[in-house]
């Protein structure tokens, strides 16, 4: 059974520091990883897809990589910002054929303080 | 939200009471999915759905039932609630991004609560 694990459960950082989340898994078998972002009260965000085939994905200030074979995967936010404040959750996809179901991390909550 | 809706956003009900919660997609989207998210436990699969009356179950499917008559709604039933079932519900469905793979979109949740 695939488990993902987000460590730490809360981080916080001042305004302008580059940080890094950590998302593992345990069974390298994985189709890709998504990395979501989540507002208080409100649904997931997509930030980012990594296929299995890929090594790191950027949009703006993120930047995710994926190390299929250690079973980790990094979100780095760069010159983080008040707004980036939420929690942050990984969930790998396995094979291909398994109904696209998604295993989750129980999140990292970030707060970026002014 | 990939025009998804669920309904109602918000319900109270009591121990042993029948609950319906619905999703509704515009898009006409295959796969659909129920996931409940629980303090620590992260987003977990209560059923999910792979077209009209395709249904199988998820992780944490026990006292849970799901109905798809229609490809634009999937119903998720509580025969008879339990207070562990109180949580915040997502549905979500897997539609395909402009490189052409899948990703989960989700709506924006439902906040049960089972006195």
């Known amino acids: 059974k695939q488990e993902v694990t987000q460590i730490p459960a809360a981080l916080s950082v001042p305004e302008g520091e580059n940080l890094v989340l950590n998302c593992s898994f345990t069974?390298?078998?994985?189709?890709?990883l998504q990395w979501f972002r989540q507002d208080p009260g409100k649904g997931l965000t997509s930030l980012l897809l990594?296929?299995?085939?890929?090594r790191e994905q950027t949009s703006g200030r993120l930047n995710a990589s994926l190390d299929k074979s250690s079973g980790r995967s990094t979100l780095y936010i760069a010159a983080s910002q008040p707004g980036d404040s939420a929690t942050y959750l990984c969930?790998?996809?396995?094979?291909?054929?398994?109904?696209?179901?998604?295993?989750f991390g129980s999140g990292t909550q970030l707060t970026v303080l002014p | 939200d990939a025009g998804i809706t669920q309904s109602p956003r918000h319900k109270v009900t009591e121990t042993g009471t029948p609950v319906t919660l619905r999703c509704h997609q515009t898009?006409?989207?295959?796969?659909m999915y129920w996931y409940r998210q629980d303090p620590g436990h992260g987003l977990r699969l209560i059923h999910y759905?792979?077209?009209?009356?395709?249904?199988d179950k998820g992780e944490v499917s026990d006292g849970y039932s799901v109905s798809r008559s229609k490809t634009e709604d999937f119903l998720l039933t509580l025969e008879s609630a339990t207070s562990s079932q109180t949580s915040v519900y997502f549905c979500?469905?897997?539609?395909?991004?402009?490189?052409?793979?899948?990703?989960?979109?989700f709506g924006p949740g439902t906040r049960l609560t089972v006195t």
């Open positions: 069974d390298s078998a994985i189709y890709n």
């Open positions: 898009e006409n989207h295959r796969y």
């Open positions: 990594i296929q299995s085939s890929q």
């Open positions: 759905s792979y077209g009209v009356k395709d249904t």
């Open positions: 979500a469905i897997s539609a395909p991004t402009s490189g052409g793979k899948y990703e989960q979109y």
């Open positions: 969930a790998v996809r396995r094979s291909s054929g398994s109904a696209r179901q998604l295993t």
